[in-house]
């Protein structure tokens, strides 16, 4: 499992993760923690797609990052909040309370900038602290007049990895209330219907 470099510990910003999407998160369950996961590309040292199983061996827990997040909805910019200040909380814990509120239905897709809990209080540069947060502004805005992409040093981009247990879009819910449907109709008709010996 990939872990936080020196080069990154000098960052503000150690992972970064742009335009997840919110019904590819397994937000929880009854007695099932929910998950964020994301993957760091492979530095593989060939040319060519990662395996399986490279693919597994780079996929990191971001559910207990602090910094800053964005929500968007229908493409537009909606919210930008911090997770690890005042509160202390995480970037998981601070989605969830989106996800009720007023925010509730609103947002579809976030971007997330930060790093690893027990990182927040390392010192950095301050030249190193205004690229970071430019490449943060680029990143949450993108300005039709700036021609490149900010600079995030030493961060590692983090891709979404879907949860298989993921609510998923409205036909995905759909067809899952369908099965449990389904499966309770069985479920009622082997209760009511006399067994046969």
Same mark, same amino acid.
């Given at each position: 499992?990939?872990?936080?470099?020196?080069?990154?510990?000098?960052?503000?910003?150690?992972? @970064? +993760?742009?335009?997840?999407?919110?019904?590819?998160?397994?937000? %929880?369950?009854?007695? /099932? *923690?929910?998950?964020? #996961?994301?993957?760091?590309?492979?530095?593989?040292?060939?040319?060519?797609?990662?395996?399986?199983?490279?693919?597994?061996?780079?996929?990191?827990?971001?559910?207990?990052?602090?910094?800053?997040?964005?929500? @968007? +909805?229908?493409?537009?910019?909606?919210?930008?909040?911090?997770? %690890?200040?005042?509160? /202390? *909380?995480?970037?998981? #814990?601070?989605?969830?309370?989106?996800?009720?509120?007023?925010?509730?239905?609103?947002?579809?897709?976030?971007?997330?900038?930060?790093?690893?809990?027990?990182?927040?209080?390392?010192?950095?540069?301050?030249?190193?602290?205004?690229?970071?947060?430019?490449?943060?502004?680029?990143?949450?805005?993108?300005?039709?007049?700036?021609?490149?992409?900010?600079?995030?040093?030493?961060?590692?981009?983090?891709?979404?990895?879907?949860?298989?247990?993921?609510?998923?879009?409205?036909?995905?819910?759909?067809?899952?209330?369908?099965?449990?449907?389904?499966?309770?109709?069985?479920?009622?008709?082997?209760?009511?219907?006399?067994?046969?010996?």
């Amino acid at each position: 499992m990939p872990t936080t470099t020196d080069s990154q510990n000098k960052n503000m910003i150690t992972h @970064y +993760g742009l335009f997840w999407s919110e019904e590819s998160v397994f937000w %929880g369950r009854q007695k /099932k *923690s929910g998950e964020l #996961k994301g993957r760091v590309s492979p530095t593989t040292g060939r040319r060519g797609a990662s395996t399986k199983e490279e693919r597994k061996e780079h996929e990191i827990e971001c559910r207990d990052y602090v910094g800053i997040y964005c929500l @968007y +909805g229908g493409g537009q910019l909606l919210y930008v909040g911090e997770a %690890g200040l005042g509160t /202390k *909380s995480t970037l998981f #814990k601070r989605l969830m309370q989106h996800r009720k509120g007023p925010m509730s239905g609103r947002w579809d897709k976030f971007s997330w900038f930060g790093c690893e809990r027990g990182l927040e209080e390392r010192e950095i540069s301050h030249l190193d602290a205004l690229a970071q947060l430019e490449a943060i502004l680029i990143s949450i805005t993108n300005p039709r007049f700036n021609k490149q992409s900010g600079t995030f040093a030493n961060a590692r981009q983090v891709f979404q990895v879907p949860h298989p247990d993921a609510d998923g879009d409205i036909a995905d819910k759909l067809k899952n209330m369908e099965e449990r449907m389904e499966k309770m109709l069985k479920e009622i008709k082997e209760a009511v219907s006399p067994t046969r010996k």
